[in-house]
Protein backbone atom coordinates (compact mmCIF):
# COMPACT_ATOMS: atom_id res chain seq x y z
CA UNK A 1 0.00 0.00 0.00
CA UNK A 2 2.01 3.39 -0.91
CA UNK A 3 1.72 5.58 0.49
CA UNK A 4 2.92 3.24 4.02
CA UNK A 5 -0.08 3.48 6.65
CA UNK A 6 1.33 5.03 9.85
CA UNK A 7 0.06 1.86 12.74
CA UNK A 8 1.95 4.03 15.43
CA UNK A 9 4.28 0.52 15.97
CA UNK A 10 7.54 2.66 15.84
CA UNK A 11 6.26 6.49 16.13
CA UNK A 12 3.77 5.91 19.24
CA UNK A 13 4.83 8.00 22.25
CA UNK A 14 3.13 7.34 25.89
CA UNK A 15 1.45 10.46 27.70
CA UNK A 16 1.83 8.79 30.75
CA UNK A 17 -1.54 10.02 32.03
CA UNK A 18 -2.22 6.24 33.62
CA UNK A 19 0.80 6.40 35.43
CA UNK A 20 0.47 4.68 38.87
CA UNK A 21 -2.47 3.58 37.79
CA UNK A 22 -3.87 0.26 36.53
CA UNK A 23 -6.09 -0.19 33.11
CA UNK A 24 -7.28 -2.97 31.27
CA UNK A 25 -5.29 -2.54 27.61
CA UNK A 26 -6.80 -3.71 24.60
CA UNK A 27 -5.04 -4.17 20.98
CA UNK A 28 -6.90 -1.18 19.96
CA UNK A 29 -5.26 0.83 23.22
CA UNK A 30 -2.04 -0.12 22.94
CA UNK A 31 -0.64 1.47 20.43
CA UNK A 32 0.78 -1.52 18.48
CA UNK A 33 -2.24 0.19 16.40
CA UNK A 34 -3.41 -3.49 15.09
CA UNK A 35 -5.55 -6.15 15.80
CA UNK A 36 -3.95 -9.45 17.32
CA UNK A 37 -5.02 -13.25 16.99
CA UNK A 38 -3.70 -15.21 19.66
CA UNK A 39 -4.11 -18.92 20.14
CA UNK A 40 -3.93 -20.34 23.61
CA UNK A 41 -3.59 -24.60 23.04
CA UNK A 42 -3.85 -26.61 25.84
CA UNK A 43 -2.36 -30.02 26.95
CA UNK A 44 -4.81 -32.39 28.28
CA UNK A 45 -3.65 -34.85 30.69
CA UNK A 46 -4.39 -37.74 28.92
CA UNK A 47 -1.14 -36.66 27.14
CA UNK A 48 0.76 -35.47 29.99
CA UNK A 49 -0.37 -35.69 33.61
CA UNK A 50 0.80 -32.32 34.56
CA UNK A 51 -1.14 -31.17 31.51
CA UNK A 52 2.49 -29.71 30.39
CA UNK A 53 4.00 -30.25 26.30
CA UNK A 54 6.31 -33.44 25.90
CA UNK A 55 9.13 -31.19 24.96
CA UNK A 56 11.77 -33.95 26.32
CA UNK A 57 10.15 -36.81 24.21
CA UNK A 58 12.24 -37.15 20.97
CA UNK A 59 9.23 -37.39 18.81
CA UNK A 60 7.58 -34.40 19.88
CA UNK A 61 11.45 -32.73 19.13
CA UNK A 62 11.33 -32.49 15.54
CA UNK A 63 9.49 -31.60 12.56
CA UNK A 64 6.05 -34.00 12.34
CA UNK A 65 6.04 -34.63 15.94
CA UNK A 66 2.51 -35.16 17.43
CA UNK A 67 2.36 -32.12 19.50
CA UNK A 68 4.03 -29.77 16.85
CA UNK A 69 1.95 -30.74 14.51
CA UNK A 70 -0.86 -29.69 16.60
CA UNK A 71 0.14 -26.88 16.96
CA UNK A 72 0.83 -25.92 13.60
CA UNK A 73 -2.68 -27.28 12.57
CA UNK A 74 -4.05 -24.45 15.25
CA UNK A 75 -2.33 -21.78 13.53
CA UNK A 76 -3.68 -23.32 9.90
CA UNK A 77 -7.14 -23.35 11.24
CA UNK A 78 -7.25 -19.96 12.46
CA UNK A 79 -5.39 -18.18 8.97
CA UNK A 80 -8.00 -20.40 6.89
CA UNK A 81 -10.97 -18.51 9.06
CA UNK A 82 -9.63 -14.95 9.61
CA UNK A 83 -7.64 -12.65 7.24
CA UNK A 84 -3.76 -13.26 9.01
CA UNK A 85 -0.46 -11.91 8.01
CA UNK A 86 1.53 -14.93 7.27
CA UNK A 87 4.76 -13.17 7.57
CA UNK A 88 3.67 -12.36 11.38
CA UNK A 89 3.05 -15.58 13.07
CA UNK A 90 4.71 -15.64 16.04
CA UNK A 91 5.11 -18.60 18.75
CA UNK A 92 5.52 -18.37 22.64
CA UNK A 93 5.20 -19.70 25.93
CA UNK A 94 6.28 -20.47 29.89
CA UNK A 95 8.06 -23.21 31.06
CA UNK A 96 7.30 -26.32 28.96
CA UNK A 97 5.07 -23.95 26.76
CA UNK A 98 8.59 -22.24 25.96
CA UNK A 99 10.45 -25.42 25.22
CA UNK A 100 7.79 -26.41 22.90
CA UNK A 101 7.81 -22.78 21.14
CA UNK A 102 11.49 -22.91 20.54
CA UNK A 103 10.96 -26.94 19.23
CA UNK A 104 8.31 -25.09 16.88
CA UNK A 105 10.60 -21.97 15.58
CA UNK A 106 13.52 -24.44 14.40
CA UNK A 107 11.25 -26.97 13.10
CA UNK A 108 8.96 -24.70 10.98
CA UNK A 109 10.19 -21.54 10.11
CA UNK A 110 7.93 -21.34 6.54
CA UNK A 111 5.21 -21.08 9.32
CA UNK A 112 6.87 -19.00 12.40
CA UNK A 113 9.03 -15.31 12.50
CA UNK A 114 9.96 -15.27 15.56
CA UNK A 115 10.09 -17.66 18.88
CA UNK A 116 9.69 -16.33 22.94
CA UNK A 117 10.91 -18.78 25.06
CA UNK A 118 10.31 -17.11 29.11
CA UNK A 119 11.68 -19.80 31.62
CA UNK A 120 12.53 -22.87 29.53
CA UNK A 121 14.64 -25.05 28.14
CA UNK A 122 16.90 -25.45 24.70
CA UNK A 123 15.52 -28.10 21.89
CA UNK A 124 16.99 -31.63 22.55
CA UNK A 125 17.51 -30.77 26.22
CA UNK A 126 16.10 -34.63 27.23
CA UNK A 127 15.34 -37.70 25.83
CA UNK A 128 13.22 -38.77 28.94
CA UNK A 129 11.36 -37.54 32.41
CA UNK A 130 14.57 -38.48 34.27
CA UNK A 131 16.87 -36.48 32.21
CA UNK A 132 14.43 -33.67 31.89
CA UNK A 133 14.32 -32.93 35.47
CA UNK A 134 18.04 -33.23 35.50
CA UNK A 135 18.36 -30.61 32.97
CA UNK A 136 15.59 -28.57 34.29
CA UNK A 137 17.50 -28.15 37.61
CA UNK A 138 20.82 -27.37 35.33
CA UNK A 139 22.72 -30.65 36.32
CA UNK A 140 23.09 -31.93 32.21
CA UNK A 141 24.07 -30.34 29.04
CA UNK A 142 22.09 -30.55 26.12
CA UNK A 143 21.08 -33.90 25.59
CA UNK A 144 21.14 -34.53 21.47
CA UNK A 145 23.64 -31.85 19.91
CA UNK A 146 22.33 -33.26 16.43
CA UNK A 147 18.93 -31.19 16.76
CA UNK A 148 21.34 -27.92 17.28
CA UNK A 149 22.96 -28.70 14.27
CA UNK A 150 19.90 -29.29 11.90
CA UNK A 151 17.95 -26.17 13.67
CA UNK A 152 16.77 -23.72 11.37
CA UNK A 153 16.98 -19.97 11.86
CA UNK A 154 14.80 -18.20 13.90
CA UNK A 155 14.45 -15.10 15.96
CA UNK A 156 14.46 -15.57 19.03
CA UNK A 157 13.62 -13.49 22.58
CA UNK A 158 14.71 -15.57 25.78
CA UNK A 159 13.18 -14.61 29.02
CA UNK A 160 14.20 -16.51 32.37
CA UNK A 161 14.80 -15.65 35.55
CA UNK A 162 18.41 -16.19 37.76
CA UNK A 163 16.46 -17.20 40.67
CA UNK A 164 14.04 -19.71 38.95
CA UNK A 165 14.49 -22.70 41.14
CA UNK A 166 12.24 -25.00 38.53
CA UNK A 167 13.99 -24.41 35.09
CA UNK A 168 17.21 -22.89 36.10
CA UNK A 169 18.76 -19.91 34.32
CA UNK A 170 21.45 -21.93 32.38
CA UNK A 171 18.96 -23.36 30.25
CA UNK A 172 17.77 -20.32 29.27
CA UNK A 173 21.09 -18.83 28.28
CA UNK A 174 21.94 -22.10 26.25
CA UNK A 175 18.62 -21.44 24.18
CA UNK A 176 20.34 -18.20 23.20
CA UNK A 177 23.35 -20.20 21.93
CA UNK A 178 21.45 -22.45 20.21
CA UNK A 179 19.99 -19.58 17.93
CA UNK A 180 22.79 -17.84 17.87
CA UNK A 181 24.49 -20.64 16.01
CA UNK A 182 21.56 -21.35 13.68
CA UNK A 183 21.02 -18.07 12.77
CA UNK A 184 25.64 -17.95 11.73
CA UNK A 185 25.25 -21.57 10.31
CA UNK A 186 22.49 -19.34 7.84
CA UNK A 187 26.19 -16.65 6.97
CA UNK A 188 24.57 -14.41 9.03
CA UNK A 189 26.80 -12.03 11.04
CA UNK A 190 25.99 -11.72 14.61
CA UNK A 191 27.18 -9.05 16.43
CA UNK A 192 26.38 -8.03 20.47
CA UNK A 193 24.90 -4.74 21.17
CA UNK A 194 25.17 -2.90 24.30
CA UNK A 195 22.25 -2.66 26.28
CA UNK A 196 20.54 0.63 26.46
CA UNK A 197 20.81 3.04 28.95
CA UNK A 198 18.06 3.59 31.92
CA UNK A 199 16.10 0.85 30.88
CA UNK A 200 13.60 -1.27 32.37
CA UNK A 201 15.62 -4.22 31.48
CA UNK A 202 18.90 -3.16 32.76
CA UNK A 203 17.44 -2.09 35.73
CA UNK A 204 15.57 -5.79 36.41
CA UNK A 205 18.85 -7.85 35.59
CA UNK A 206 21.01 -8.54 32.76
CA UNK A 207 20.09 -7.33 29.36
CA UNK A 208 21.97 -8.94 26.19
CA UNK A 209 20.78 -8.25 22.72
CA UNK A 210 22.41 -9.79 19.14
CA UNK A 211 21.99 -7.66 15.94
CA UNK A 212 22.23 -8.55 11.93
CA UNK A 213 24.51 -6.33 9.60
CA UNK A 214 21.15 -4.56 9.25
CA UNK A 215 20.84 -3.59 13.23
CA UNK A 216 17.76 -5.80 12.97
CA UNK A 217 17.78 -7.34 16.55
CA UNK A 218 18.11 -11.24 16.48
CA UNK A 219 18.08 -12.66 19.08
CA UNK A 220 17.25 -10.85 22.77
CA UNK A 221 18.16 -11.98 25.91
CA UNK A 222 16.38 -10.52 29.19
CA UNK A 223 17.67 -12.40 32.66
CA UNK A 224 15.88 -11.06 35.36
CA UNK A 225 17.27 -10.74 39.00
CA UNK A 226 15.05 -12.09 41.28
CA UNK A 227 13.06 -13.60 38.74
CA UNK A 228 11.46 -17.31 39.87
CA UNK A 229 9.52 -19.49 37.67
CA UNK A 230 6.74 -17.75 36.96
CA UNK A 231 5.08 -14.66 34.17
CA UNK A 232 6.87 -12.02 34.87
CA UNK A 233 4.91 -8.62 34.94
CA UNK A 234 1.75 -10.17 36.37
CA UNK A 235 0.12 -10.14 39.61
CA UNK A 236 1.58 -12.12 42.86
CA UNK A 237 -2.11 -13.24 43.36
CA UNK A 238 -2.11 -14.89 40.20
CA UNK A 239 -0.72 -18.85 39.70
CA UNK A 240 2.68 -18.48 37.87
CA UNK A 241 2.78 -14.73 37.66
CA UNK A 242 5.37 -12.36 39.17
CA UNK A 243 4.76 -8.99 39.55
CA UNK A 244 8.28 -6.99 38.47
CA UNK A 245 9.71 -4.41 36.57
CA UNK A 246 9.88 -6.11 33.71
CA UNK A 247 6.67 -6.95 31.78
CA UNK A 248 7.09 -10.02 29.66
CA UNK A 249 3.97 -9.74 27.78
CA UNK A 250 5.01 -6.57 26.63
CA UNK A 251 8.47 -7.80 25.84
CA UNK A 252 7.03 -10.15 23.65
CA UNK A 253 5.25 -7.67 21.68
CA UNK A 254 7.96 -5.33 21.30
CA UNK A 255 10.00 -8.48 20.22
CA UNK A 256 7.60 -9.49 17.53
CA UNK A 257 7.19 -6.13 15.90
CA UNK A 258 11.22 -5.32 16.27
CA UNK A 259 10.55 -2.53 18.03
CA UNK A 260 13.06 -1.36 21.09
CA UNK A 261 12.77 -2.89 24.86
CA UNK A 262 11.12 -0.56 26.96
CA UNK A 263 12.98 2.00 27.80
CA UNK A 264 11.67 4.19 31.08
CA UNK A 265 13.74 7.34 29.86
CA UNK A 266 12.08 8.24 26.93
CA UNK A 267 9.19 11.05 27.25
Sequence with gaps: MQPVPDCREKSYVGSNKLSGRR????????????????????????????????WYMPAEQVRGGREPDLIVGIVGAIAAEFVIDKTRVFIGG?????????IL??????????????????RG??????????????????HDRSLERNSSPMRTLVI???ADGTVHETNGRAITKQAIAAIKKAKVNVSKRRPLSGSV??????????VDDQGLVVVRELIVSGGTHAWFGGSNLGSFTQDCDLNASNELIRFFLDLPAYDSSRK
Aim: positive net charge.
Design 125 to 142: AACDVKSAFAVMRGNAAV
Design 23 to 54: AVITGGDSGIGRAVAIAYPRQTPNANSASCWN
Design 201 to 210: TTKSGRFTEF
Design 94 to 102: LSAGASMAV
Design 160 to 162: HGD
Design 105 to 122: GQSYPEIFSAVAAHSGLP
